[in-house]
């Protein structure tokens, strides 16, 4: 908290006053984070995830949200592999992964009763949600544009292209 009271430029008691815990702060940090202001919108609200979700041709839906997912992952996973490295010794950074984790399994299962809606899907619906939930849990991204030099462009089109061959009927986009 000291550390983000000098970054702030604030006292340690300005800090606390504002988010009460490390918790409040974790929370509020990652509410900013996964939103990308501080508007106070929930994420599957927000407009661009109702533009994905309202997409009626499963395919390109899948290639909208890899496109989403791309953008915000430059936001979310450098977060998220801090509060892992944090996790061991800081209790609070442990219990906001869980939280994360949860509402990532969350939103996905919105995202896949939605996928399932259209009656495109060729997979269970917790097939799809375990394939959105596990090639979105930053891991892949991380390695692919940061390790092996992957573009935003070209990790979005191969994931969507990944979504749409195995959960859509092969005359569907693509």
């Known amino acids: 908290m000291a550390d983000v009271a000098r970054s702030a430029g604030v006292s340690v008691e300005t800090v606390y006053a504002a988010f009460g815990t490390k918790a ?3 929370h509020r940090a990652w509410d900013v984070t996964i939103g990308g202001d501080d508007q106070d919108v929930p994420y599957h609200e927000r407009p661009e995830v109702r533009a994905v979700r309202a997409e009626p041709d499963l395919a390109r839906r899948f290639h ?3 496109a989403l997912y791309t953008e915000t992952a430059h936001r979310i996973v ?3 592999l801090a509060l892992q490295a944090a996790s061991g010794s800081e209790p609070a950074a442990e ?3 869980e939280e994360i984790g949860r509402q990532r399994l969350a939103g996905y299962g919105v995202m896949t009763r939605d996928a399932a809606a259209t009656g495109q899907l ?3 619906e917790q097939e799809c949600l375990d394939v959105l939930w596990s090639t979105c849990d930053g891991a892949l991204w991380h390695r692919l544009i940061n390790e092996r030099g992957w573009s935003d462009e070209r990790f ?3 994931l969507g292209d990944l979504w749409t061959r195995l959960m859509t009927r092969p005359d569907v986009g693509g």
């Open 24 to 26: 409040g702060l974790l």
């Open 64 to 66: 909208m949200q890899a």
């Open 78 to 80: 450098p977060f998220t």
């Open 95 to 97: 219990a906001m992964l």
């Open 122 to 124: 060729v997979v269970s």
């Open 156 to 158: 979005a089109q191969w």
